[in-house]
């Protein structure tokens, strides 16, 4: 599990030793980030430690086979890839929950990324974004991660994911996440995927596109 499960200790943190005050309570209001990752966050402030969940399961289906007839894991019922990839996902925060009950779930680095830029933790973003980098290098990860909300926001991580796809690009266009990204893009008209298919493009030998 350690492959996918991965714990980053902090060399910076500066722990609080002092006793717990029983008065003058501050309360502040969380409103921008779930519970889970909050909690993930405090836990690191002490404890030196974050504990990343994989950024998106490289599962892939031999065959290109049709998306909608895919058979749920749990269920035995037909889902989509992204269906199942969570169920993947899920399966190994499950097991790591077992093993420790008593951390806080171990969370993508995207919800990690985000938080520690809204509370200015250099640190620990830069952990984050170190893990990112390095699971999009995965070119099924890659095609994914792509077209997600999460780049759709971040120009500089979209950056490293394009030129990951374009320098896989015969590989890429073999992969579900491309045949369903395009069929969406047919489907309704999308001015993110437009984009990215218009610099893809441009980047590749005219043979390529």
């Known amino acids: 599990m350690s492959q996918y499960l991965t714990g980053v200790p902090s060399s910076t943190v500066q722990r609080n030793t002092s006793p717990l005050m029983t008065d003058n309570i501050f309360v502040m209001n969380i409103s921008d980030t779930s519970f889970n990752t909050f909690r993930a966050f405090l836990y690191y402030v002490y404890t030196g430690f974050v504990f990343f969940s994989p950024l998106n399961y ?12 895919m058979v749920s894991w749990s ?5 989509t890839l992204e269906q199942r990839r969570l169920e993947a996902r899920n399966m190994l925060v499950g097991e790591y929950m077992r093993k420790y009950p008593n951390r806080p779930a171990p969370l993508s680095p995207k919800s990690i990324y985000q938080v520690e830029r809204d509370y200015a933790a250099p640190s620990l973003e830069a952990q984050a974004l170190s893990h990112i980098n390095t699971a999009i290098f995965n070119t099924i990860i890659a095609t994914a991660e792509l077209l997600s909300a999460f780049t759709r926001i971040h120009d500089s ?16 266009v073999e992969t ?19 984009r990215v298919l218009r610099e893809i493009l441009e980047a590749l030998p005219p043979r390529s596109a």
């Open 75 to 79: 269920s035995g019922q037909p889902s």
């Open 176 to 194: 579900e996440d491309w045949a369903i990204a395009k069929e969406k893009g047919k489907a309704q008209p999308d001015q993110h995927f437009a």
């Open 157 to 172: 991580i979209k950056q490293i994911q394009l030129q990951v796809v374009i320098d896989n690009w015969n590989e890429v």
């Open 58 to 69: 490289p599962f892939q289906f031999p065959n290109k086979p049709d998306p909608g007839l």
